[in-house]
């Protein structure tokens, strides 16, 4: 009998322990371009917490929450830590109620640093110590800028590191066909001169060089914003740009007057704009790229995020059939360095515990970035991860984008209160690319963000 149950239990115990491997994605240590060191001297560092349990509310849903599972699965393995994530289509209003409720989640992952902020004010968010901000700030590419949208004034006032970044997205793209380059004998630019001059060469050779689109239903003009964020920091200090998402400069300073009127060179030029600028307004965002594929194309460069290819024709491949390059920065002002305007969730502690603090110590290792990053929809600004374990060249190049960066900013108008940043904003651009001149239309935003008070 008791040889019996010792190999039942065995068997049992072999089971359990295959089940668990098989739970994990790439099987630890059999592939090189991960960094598996990190990952066996997190699970060293943390082998007492076996049995805990730790709670965990974020945006992802559907595919997305599929992968960040993939992610936990390895801070299980590594811990014996139950681990139990959750999501909500209304997940801003959920986390507010559940925190003020006094049933928060021990982790809430959000992407909104103005929400955040709010949260930390009402003494809702745990800090995570100046140690994780001295960690993010020597790890992350434009560290200094992922500390700063983590830090809030806690319920005293005073000022706190209380939000972890994990998981970004690039905005600052300029997507090109590489073979129409190619036969027009076209270079990708390097400075924003070079760009203002090959779309002078383009049309000079008889081609238009920009597709713009700002068409979008009730929320038509943002891809406007994009641009004019984007031209924003590449004129300006990275402080002008903060000052001017928090209205502490006008909408109608000199600043962003000149960022909207740059922005203007490109919409307002009939010669620069597929359709002429007439069809600036009235095309749809997800219909403007595909001038691109057009034999012969209607347009050689369009301005977007990462997240464009999902408009592009079916069976395009990004890297071959169509790429990206940088949006550049001018090479008259080399001071204001490489800027990147983008967006990224940010992890906080909302319950304490052993098992949040060691969810936290997780996201400093490599590994919690690569599993993710070898799947798809991961991009990480954190310098320590092997670029190699991207899923392909495209998210790799991304990922450079990324911790090279000098300055990371979020988009501004997220930032900017609803009515401004998803009213008056994209509405003030529909009337630019109309006609407006750029004075008169950041006087119009002004006055709406001056009515909010």
Known sequence: MLKTFLATTAAMAIFMNSAMAADLKFAPGEDAKFNWKSYEDFKTAHADLKGQTLTIFGPWRGEDEALFQTVLAYFADATGINVKYSSSENYEQQIVIDTQAGSPPNIAILPQPGLLADLAAKGLLVPLGDDVASWVKDNYGAGESWVNYGTYNGKDGQPAYFAFPFKADVKSLVWFVPENFEEAGYEVPESMEDLIALSDKIVADGGTPWCIGLGS????????????????????????????????????????????????????????VSGGVAAVASTDFRDSPKGLFDIPP?????????????????????????DFFYMPTYASKPELGKPVLGAGTLVTVTKESPAAKAFVDFLKTPIAHEVWMAQSSFLTPYKGVNTDAYANEQMKKQGDILTSATTFRFDGSDLMPGKIGAGAFWTGMVDFVGGKSAEAVATDIQKAWDGLN
């Open 217 to 272: 239903g009730g929320a038509t003009g943002w891809p406007a914003t994009d641009w004019v964020e984007d031209l924003m920091l590449r004129q300006q200090s990275p402080e002008t740009y903060d000052k001017w998402v928090k209205n502490e400069i006008k909408f109608n300073d000199p600043a962003v007057v000149g960022a909207i009127d740059e922005f203007g060179k490109f919409a307002k030029n009939e010669k620069y």
């Open 298 to 322: 209607k347009c050689y460069l369009h301005h977007q995020a990462s997240f464009v290819p999902s408009f592009f024709p079916e069976g395009t491949k990004v890297g071959t059939d169509v």
